[in-house]
């Protein structure tokens, strides 16, 4: 009780200098929780990927199409179920920080992902009108899109002003479902190219291909591929998993950026939590010589100043942890939808408490061992 | 007893005790320090030979760097000579460990210093409490001691303020009754007078004779000022770390 009251005053002897290290700590915290988070959230666009699709395309780059051709081979391939087109729009709704994926699909393409769950009277509204698309929940809510409005679209990658009429809203089978995108008919943007640019009709992005068993992946992939070997366009098939992490592996050097200044961000709070402490010990030199005089031990004065440090570490760390989720809700609408699932994981919390409480424990070694150990008289001299 | 004891012997000036004198509650016998600054051994306190007697109120006096603070630190237990006995209360304090000499402090030195030495983040009150913290004392007991002790010194209506919302003579003294709330038989005071106007200077000696004569604690009180000394009851001199003359009367 004594040693706490000791302990909390010293603490904030001044207030200044507190207040910065609080400060300091807990944005440390508060940024490696958040540098943390945006790696899992890398990852878990990956790991929601299912394992019965894969996704084929061309070998060169994403940026080549493949044939439209190559649907009804593909299929023949044994082990697959379902081949769906899909190719990237890149329309911009708006202005162009309005950013989320939109996709020109064939019609069996919902077939391949049961997890997005659509009425049957909007599917069937939707196949019967040739300028339909349909929506994400995620999409829908975020601005305020109903069925039946007109969600107009600048193309980017397909030059010109789009509209489409919104025929259905898609729900996840799950909140970690990412459904803030849109999807619309292949057939109606092939039809419009053909008119207007001919040459860059009848391609497609990538073909999603479904397989009957999970098991099978690897020896599909290798057979698809063969189907194509030393053709014009040779393809590249992977599960969507790897496809997904494809992706990532592209910024592979940056995640691996990111989760090293996650741990320099703490290890630099953990400098001037160590100058701090160290700063402090130094000005109390003759109050703890004092102590010892008047009895206290080595192991108080050393407890004091353990005590101290770590109460100033559960200050900043704390309020850092408490700042975590809001900040991370807040990234997640500012992303865009970068990160479909974006969720500060309980590992990350307690690292985050881990990580207080090492800066707490090292900051604090030296200080009180050298405070411990100084001799009295030495200790009494220091203020004369 | 040898004879340089005996010539160096401090004599109260005020009339002596009925009873014969038992033991010295300090006795130093060929007491020798030096420091160690580099590779250099600086002599600081060599053959030291004295006996303070139980309710003495003695003062140290000397140039500066004769060594007094050395002398009084070693006899209060918080440093150690080179060599030559030191007994207080009959105890060999240089065989007892850092730990055991923590302990002996605590229950047997009360501690006045120069500058104080309060812990600023404490109240008056909080300050005497400081010592009993290591009692077994129960906290209504804690409470009935500070706040006596505190009215004797004068402070009764002060015990909720900081030291730095005190005067000097007022911090000195919550720094008297620190050093005597565990009831010590001896009390060391390094000059403390020494950061004191003349007038808190003689509160401050004046409370320190009224702990000598009315609750009979022994002082040793470390000194620049001849004023000072002479509220002792008698004076030593140090000089290079030597004790020299003989016994002074305070008085002279
Ligand atoms: N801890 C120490 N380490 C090294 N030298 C010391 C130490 N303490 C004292 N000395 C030296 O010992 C000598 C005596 O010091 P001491 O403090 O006992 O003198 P003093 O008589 O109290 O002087 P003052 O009146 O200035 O307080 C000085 O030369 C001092 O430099
Ligand atoms: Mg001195």
Redesign the interface.
């Known amino acids: 009780m004594f040693l706490l009251t000791l302990v909390c005053r010293n603490a904030f002897r001044h207030r200044l200098r507190t207040l910065l290290t609080v400060s300091g700590l807990a944005i440390a915290v508060l940024a490696y929780g958040l540098l943390q988070t945006v790696v899992d959230a890398w990852y878990a666009g990956a790991a929601a990927a299912s394992s019965t699709r894969l996704v084929t395309r061309s070998s060169i780059s994403l940026t080549f199409f493949l044939p439209v051709s190559y649907e009804n081979r593909i299929r023949s391939v044994e082990g697959v179920k379902h081949v769906a087109r899909s190719n990237w729009f890149g329309g911009i709704y708006q202005e162009p920080k309005n950013f989320f994926p939109q996709f020109a699909v064939s019609d069996n393409y919902l077939n391949l992902y049961p997890e997005f769950i659509l009425p049957e009277d909007q599917r069937i509204a939707y196949v019967r009108d040739r300028k339909g698309c349909l929506v994400g929940r995620q999409l829908a809510d975020q601005f305020g899109f109903k069925v039946g409005d007109v969600l107009p679209l600048r193309g980017a990658v397909y030059p010109g002003r789009w509209e489409f009429v919104i025929r259905g809203i898609f729900d996840g089978s799950d909140s970690t479902k990412f459904t803030k995108q849109m999807l619309f008919h292949w057939d109606y943007l092939n039809e419009t190219l053909r008119r207007t640019t001919p040459r860059r009709a009848d391609g497609v992005g990538i073909f999603v291909v479904g397989i009957d068993n999970p098991d099978n992946a690897a020896a599909a992939s290798v057979n698809i591929d063969q189907v194509f070997r030393n053709s014009l366009a040779e393809t590249l098939t992977e599960t969507e998993q790897a496809f997904q992490l494809g992706f990532v592996a592209m910024s592979d050097q940056i995640i691996a950026a990111i989760q090293i200044v996650s741990y320099v961000v703490i290890l630099i709070i953990m400098a001037v939590m160590a100058n701090t402490m160290a700063m402090s010990a130094r000005e109390r030199t003759a109050e703890y010589a004092t102590l010892k005089t008047l009895g206290f031990g080595p192991a108080f004065i050393a407890l004091l100043i353990f005590a101290e440090s770590m109460f100033i570490c559960a200050l900043g760390g704390g309020v850092g942890m408490l700042l975590t989720s809001p900040a991370a809700a807040g990234f997640k609408q500012a992303a865009g939808g970068i990160f479909p699932i974006f969720a500060v994981s309980r590992e990350t919390i307690t690292m985050q408490l881990a990580c207080a409480a090492a800066v707490g424990i090292a900051a604090a070694v030296v200080p009180a061992i050298r405070a411990a150990r100084v001799r009295i008289v030495d200790g009494l001299r220091a203020i004369t | 007893m040898s004879a340089p004891r005996v010539e160096t012997r401090v004599e109260p000036r005020v009339e002596p005790r009925a009873e014969p004198r038992a033991e010295p509650l300090v006795e130093i016998h060929n007491l020798a320090k030096s420091y160690v600054r580099g590779e250099q051994i600086v002599p600081v306190l060599s053959d030291i030979t004295l006996d303070i007697q139980e309710g003495d109120f003695t003062a140290l006096m000397g140039p500066s760097g004769s060594g007094k603070t050395?002398l009084l630190?070693l006899v209060?237990g918080?440093?150690k000579p080179d060599c030559g006995t030191l007994r207080v209360g009959g105890l060999d304090i240089t065989t007892l460990t850092?730990?055991q000499l923590?302990?002996w402090?605590?229950?047997n030195v009360g501690?006045i210093?120069?500058?104080y030495?309060l812990?600023?983040?404490?109240t008056a009150y909080?300050n005497v409490e400081?010592?009993l913290?290591?009692t077994g004392l129960g906290r209504s007991e804690r409470r009935e001691r500070v706040e006596m002790t505190l009215s004797v010194v004068g402070l009764a209506d002060r015990m909720k303020h900081y030291p730095n919302e005190l005067s000097g003579g007022q911090q000195q003294r919550v720094a008297i009754a620190?050093a005597v709330i565990t009831d010590p038989r001896l009390i060391v005071a390094d000059e403390p007078t020494g950061d004191l106007d003349r007038s808190s200077a003689a509160d401050i000696l004046a409370m320190m004779q009224r702990l000598n004569t009315e609750l009979g604690k022994t002082i040793i009180m470390v000194t620049h000022d001849g004023q000072s000394a002479r509220a002792a009851k008698a004076i030593i001199h140090l000089e290079k770390g030597e004790i020299i003359g003989n016994v002074e009367p305070a008085s002279a």
Do not use: C, G, H, K
């Not at chain 2, 812990?119 to 404490?122: R, W």
């Open positions: 050395t630190n209060a918080i440093d850092e730990s923590a302990d402090r605590a229950s501690f210093f120069q500058f030495n812990m600023p983040v404490l909080e400081l010592p913290m290591l620190r």
